[in-house]
């Protein structure tokens, strides 16, 4: 064996289990033996005890622009917090950043991803230069860290693909340089039509280039804004069923609810992949409302009692639009928990699933994904007993292991607090499913 990790606790599965690894694969499961009763334990050159902690598959970022990261205060600070001075921004920003700066933001943000776990990403980048410097860096990106991180990247039209002359072509173009992606931003079209044109450019592109496609769709509170269920008739129409991602749809979050209720039957029936960003659209949808003030995110929980799949996004690391993040899919979810109404007691693995299974899935990364013997070695022991404690505490990545190679190690901050004349260490954590 290359490597064991013993005592992990996995998610649906009673005990301690061995995890073993032999060529990059797991080999392996087997109960981890604390009696000393049963088969001899197997050895390994490199052994992990994960003490009885979660191990999971590695987190999965479906959503991010890592072209625009680390860009907020570059020359500007988004003063108001609106979508539209973040717009601004990035229009000024873009016009002035290199190629290696684009490189080197995006490169220190996946040390933070791989740091905090996620292994898998999907970005979009922006494809309306003329120059197409951001699709040179990211491209390149993705080749450097390929044996750590698996980037695919969307061909992103932030500026809208009808809006000018040039950039229908760019984005072809993009698709012709590497993008693996079609995307597309229907409600940023001039027109409603202008919109349905976006949206069918886009599939037209998927299938000539045999990409898979992932719109920025209807991020709007405008409950009239309706290209998601364009989106969903393509998909039928096209047979390409389980390979189209809806990212944001906000304005779900305001359609008349007998609408709502007949466009999540369509989205089941188009096996639509849906990405909700807690971060940004927390702070940037319904700004126009005065009070009461909407929620600004797509209806996740009716989607998924319904069967349609729903993922979690990171979308923004410190950029025009948002001015935190660190690259933590823990975070968002627990964000999501709050705003998506996700605290019940049976929802909160759910959440765990928005950002891993149902993200590798949407990425058409579920058959090379998870715990099981065959699969690609790649996890991360929590250190978090399960999936609550984990996003509660927005908890640290151990051990990041990426094909039977350790990629990232923490370790964790150690509080000693003295109280009522005793010393004792605080660890925040509690017992095992919350308790
Ligand atoms: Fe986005």
Redesign the pocket.
């Given at each position: 064996m290359d490597m064991i990790v013993r005592n992990a606790r996995l998610r649906g599965a009673e005990g301690l289990w061995d995890i073993e690894v032999e060529a990059g694969k797991i080999a392996a499961l087997a109960e981890s033996q604390t009696d000393g009763r049963k088969r001899p334990k197997a050895e390994a050159a490199n052994e992990i005890d994960a003490g009885g902690n979660l191990v999971s598959p590695p987190f999965v970022d479906p959503?991010v622009?890592l072209d625009a990261v680390f860009l907020d205060g570059r020359n500007t600070y988004n003063r108001s917090g609106t979508l539209l001075e973040g717009i601004k921004n990035w229009g000024t920003e873009k016009l002035t950043l290199t190629e290696e700066e684009i490189y080197q933001n995006a490169l220190r943000a996946v040390r933070w991803y791989v740091a905090n776990g996620t292994l898998k990403i999907r970005t979009?980048v922006d494809t309306t230069l003329e120059s197409l410097i951001n699709v040179r860096a990211l491209t390149k990106l993705r080749d450097d860290v390929k044996d750590t991180v698996d980037i695919q990247i969307v061909a992103f039209p932030q500026d809208g693909i009808f809006t000018a002359e040039p950039f229908a072509e760019l984005m072809e173009r993009s698709l012709k340089m590497g993008c693996d992606v079609v995307g597309g931003i229907p409600h940023n079209e001039l027109t409603r039509e202008d919109g349905v044109k976006d949206v069918e450019y886009a599939f037209e592109l998927a299938e000539k280039y045999g990409c898979l496609v992932d719109i920025?769709c209807d991020?709007t509170g405008d409950a009239q804004s309706r290209f998601v269920e364009t989106m969903a008739r393509e998909t039928i129409r096209r047979g390409m069923q389980g390979r189209v991602t809806a990212?944001?749809t906000t304005a779900m979050h305001n359609y008349d609810n007998d609408y709502a209720f007949k466009l999540i039957g369509i989205l089941a029936r188009a096996d639509m992949q849906m990405v909700t960003?807690p971060f940004?659209n927390s702070v940037l949808q319904n700004r126009n409302d005065g009070y009461p003030r909407r929620r600004g995110h797509t209806r996740a929980d009716e989607l998924l009692a319904r069967g349609v799949n729903v993922c979690i996004?990171h979308?923004s690391i410190m950029d025009p639009w948002y001015p935190m993040g660190k690259a933590s899919m823990l975070a968002a979810a627990n964000l999501f928990m709050h705003y998506g109404h996700f605290s019940g007691h049976d929802q909160i693995p759910v959440l765990f699933d928005m950002i891993t299974g149902n993200s590798a899935r949407a990425l058409r990364a579920q058959d090379s994904y998870g715990i099981g013997v065959g699969k690609p070695a790649d996890f991360v022991v929590l250190d978090a007993k399960d999936e609550y404690d984990a996003i509660r505490l927005e908890s640290e990545c151990l051990f990041v292991v990426r094909g039977g190679r350790v990629v990232s190690r923490a370790e964790p901050a150690v509080r000693r607090v003295t109280l009522a004349g005793r010393e004792s260490a605080v660890t925040f954590k509690s017992g095992v499913n919350g308790r």
């Open positions: 959503h622009h979009h920025h991020e990212s944001h960003n940004d996004g979308d």
